[in-house]
């Protein structure tokens, strides 16, 4: 019996989020080929009916994660998707420093998940890792309004602290100490862009 004609990318589709979760788990340099096609129920032959090398699958993983419906990203999480941007933007904030982010290693932001993967990799996923931290720059950007360098400064200073705050809060073994991390962070990124904090956006 004939594949259906869209039969190829749901498979594709498929590959790509395994090898997300996967990488989000172990790193990227611990996870195989093989590991992947095994996690979708497919054989390490069709991979290379899709992806050149394990490099081009990990920026296409990182994209697919970008571009996907955000609602499904924070599912459960109070965000107003269509709403104002400064309350938008303090709602990301929230959620990125979030325990429940903190906790759920599936569905870890890339930049969380794989930072020390991505110094050391080649030209083509450091490209793909840039442009994931430019487009959350430039959702705080818009939240804290102005296109002028000031705006620009706060905004890369919030990124920088809701990736940091979580790789941080990620590595230590005293939950104690990962929530201050992570709330110190929160509330500090708060603060810079100005955000209101409307109760029913935090998760604690």
Sequence with gaps: MPYRPEHKEETRVRIIECARRLFNRHGFSEVSIDQVMAEA????????????????LFCEAVE???TCDPSARWDGVDIDF??????????????YLSRPHLEDLDYHCPMVALPSDIARAGPAMRETYQMLL?????????????????ARRKAITIATLCIGGMVMARTVDDAGFA???????????????AFDDPASSRAA
């Design 41 to 56: 129920g497919l054989t390490r032959g069709g991979f290379y009916n899709h992806f050149r090398n394990k490099e081009e």
């Design 82 to 95: 269509e709403g104002e941007r400064r309350t938008f933007a303090a709602q990301m904030v929230n959620a």
């Design 64 to 66: 697919f994660y970008a």
């Design 134 to 150: 430019q487009g959350m720059i430039g959702m705080f950007q818009s939240g804290v309004g102005g296109d002028d360098e000031a």
């Design 179 to 193: 929530n201050e991390v992570r709330e110190t962070a929160r509330d500090l990124a708060l603060q810079i862009g």
